[in-house]
């Protein structure tokens, strides 16, 4: 059935349909009403707002606090046909100055801003000079004190409502719990208005954790069945951004380094080439939102903690925004967990913030340590229910062994208690396994009832039950005391006997020799990197020919490749093989401007190929 808004879906965006509720929350916005919207990264949150801007009069703002995401939406849009344009600190002011010409003039569909602007002076007065199609507020979890990447500027965006009652608002985020999304509806004033909640599943991505024990060889491990494909390697401290992206280039990988420290230029130059290469691995800060939307990343790797399951989640959720396979990996350890809590401990933030933030990684360590299905676990922090066994996750395609650990877990315990609860995890480790050390000596700790009393498992295999005894609640660190472990009152039950621990077994996977499709570490060499669909022998030629195609626009026009078409747009049509401008415009992804601007040319290489 056709509709004005459906039409406009396919002549300017070339789908076919609307997903899930996109249909439900364009009409709602068409008709004058304003929504809270909760769909996952990939899921079409930007439709929701952009095909309304275009049906209604005027002109729509969209409230971005990320200026790198603002103007790549922007050129996104201008591909499309569409009249975008973005305010922000990056634009000079001759550039600025033309931007609210245009919107003053009526000559933009849409116009990015950031909230720091929007609520100026001169910019409110400038909105009071046009027609305003819609409000936009994108991220908007930013609105949260207590989320994971509060923006104090959004909580005065209700004076959006207040000044402009009759024009419709839209607020969208994709990390947003059940407390956090109250509090948008509250700060935002939006008690009223309708809630549109997709799942926040993205079964494309395969979830894995893996325990640190070499994070640079098991990282190398990793990537080798990533070559030549686009991703991002998450670490804690800036140094540490910059030490991973040249240990990656040694390695023959092109990896570049992405952090608040670097100066503007170096930082937007790297930006530029991981968005418009094909192959590049950003390394950046868990800290520095990078605000993307290139949708052919296809891993996101942590070599240290995220400090939430929200921000764990938002990170990952940049993986496969295109629909294809991705994969998210975790790398960590106990060492983690101190380093993030010292880090909650130091922040000089208020104690109720700092218990706050302190559970959340409590969560987020026991999603590592878990044997349940991830996506099970991970869902169930944004209040959806999953029945588990995905299949699409390590603890469902290789699950995990368990051992009765209560006695393990005894010894543990009373090794904490015996030594004081004043000493971390090593010095622990070798009281219970009796080693001969001065320090042992020193303090006495040799003629404990607890020394020497854990010779059946190793140093390894102890700092698994120590890590999981804190991931339960048994133990916690004292951060205060350099990480030392206490007692929790739940232990005591531990120690009299009166409840039974299951741990799961420690395994470190070692990579086999030969495995993985790419080239060698520090070979230097370059592989092109395989569909995240595989195609059929005869479909790979005419879809290499398509992206060679791309590539060369791409350059031409300098714009990243996805910009011209996605990978998905090129699979549909190396497997369709349109023979015809009208056969090609009825493939998802090719809208009427883009059919206009390259139809000719990808209907030449098909010729070329076929001929070939």
């Not at 996952?40 to 707002?49: D, F, I, Q, V």
């Not at 801003?113 to 000079?129: G, H, I, M, N, Q």
């Not at 295999?461 to 804190?470: A, D, E, M, S, T």
Request: aromatic content about 6%.
């Amino acid at each position: 059935m056709s509709s004005p808004a459906l039409d406009l879906l396919r002549r300017v965006f070339g789908h076919a349909d609307f997903r899930g509720e996109q249909a439900a929350v364009v009409e709602q916005l068409v008709a004058g009403g304003d929504c809270l919207v909760l769909m996952p990264t990939g899921a079409g949150k930007s439709l929701c707002y952009q095909v309304p801007a275009l049906l209604r009069e005027g002109t729509g703002i969209v409230i971005s606090p990320l200026i790198a995401l603002m103007q790549d939406q922007v050129e996104a849009l201008r591909q499309l046909g569409v009249r975008a344009a973005c305010l922000n600190s990056a634009l000079a002011g001759d550039e600025a100055a033309r931007v609210e010409a245009q919107l003053l003039a009526g000559e933009l569909d849409l116009l990015y801003v950031a909230p720091e602007r929007l609520l100026t002076d001169r910019f409110l007065s400038l909105l009071d000079r046009i027609h305003v199609a819609l409000f936009a507020i994108d991220e908007a979890h930013c609105v949260s004190q207590w989320g994971h990447d509060f923006r104090p500027e959004y909580r005065q965006l209700d004076v959006l409502h207040a000044r402009w009652p009759a024009v419709p608002r839209i607020a969208l985020t994709a990390t947003a719990d059940h407390p956090t999304r109250r509090e948008i509806a509250e700060r935002l004033g939006l008690q009223d208005a309708p809630w549109f909640v997709t799942s926040f599943d993205r079964p494309n991505i395969r979830y894995r954790v893996v325990l640190k024990d070499d994070a640079r060889r098991q990282l190398l491990d990793f990537l080798e069945d990533h070559r030549g494909q686009a991703g991002i390697v998450y670490c804690l401290s800036r140094r540490k951004v910059e030490e991973t992206a040249e240990f990656l280039a040694s390695r023959g990988i092109e990896a570049l380094p992405y952090h608040a420290g670097l100066d503007a230029a170096t930082r937007a130059a790297n930006q530029r080439r991981f968005i418009r290469g094909e192959g590049v691995v950003m390394c950046a800060t868990i800290a520095f939102g990078m605000g993307i939307d290139k949708p052919d990343v296809r891993f996101v790797a942590h070599l240290d903690l995220p400090k939430s399951v929200e921000g764990y989640y938002q990170e990952t959720g940049r993986a496969g925004r295109d629909g294809d396979p991705a994969e998210a990996w975790l790398c960590y350890g106990l060492g983690d967990v101190v380093t993030l809590g010292q880090m909650i401990a130091q922040s000089g933030a208020g104690e109720e913030r700092q218990w706050l933030e302190r559970r959340k990684l409590d969560a987020l360590l026991g999603y590592c340590e878990s044997t349940r299905c991830r996506r099970q676990l991970l869902l169930g922090a944004f209040g959806e229910q999953h029945p588990g066994g995905c299949g699409n996750c390590d603890n469902c395609l290789d699950p995990p062994r368990t051992w009765d650990g209560t006695v393990a877990a005894q010894k543990a315990l009373s090794c904490v208690y015996r030594t004081g609860q004043r000493f971390g995890v090593t010095h622990l480790v070798d009281v219970l396994r009796g080693a001969d050390t001065d320090r042992i000596r020193q303090l006495g700790h040799d003629q404990l009832s607890t020394y020497g009393i854990g010779t059946e498992l190793d140093a390894r295999q102890w700092k698994g039950v120590f890590r999981q005894l804190v991931a339960m609640g048994l133990l916690e660190v004292d951060l205060e005391g350099h990480g030392s472990l206490r007692l929790t009152a739940d232990s005591r039950a531990v120690l009299r006997g009166e409840k039974p621990v299951a741990l799961r077994e420690e395994v470190v996977r070692r990579r086999e020799r030969g495995r993985g499709r790419g080239a060698a570490p520090g070979s230097g060499a370059s592989t092109a990197p395989t569909p995240a669909v595989p195609l059929s022998a005869d479909d790979l030629p005419v879809f290499e020919a398509l992206r060679q195609l791309r590539s060369e626009l791409a350059r031409e026009l300098s714009l990243p490749p996805y910009m011209i078409f996605h990978d998905a747009t090129l699979r549909a049509i190396a497997e369709q093989r349109p023979a015809s401008l009208d056969a090609l415009a009825r493939v998802g992804g090719v809208g009427a401007a883009k059919l206009e601007r390259y139809g000719e040319q990808v209907l030449a290489v098909l010729r070329d190929v076929e001929t070939a």
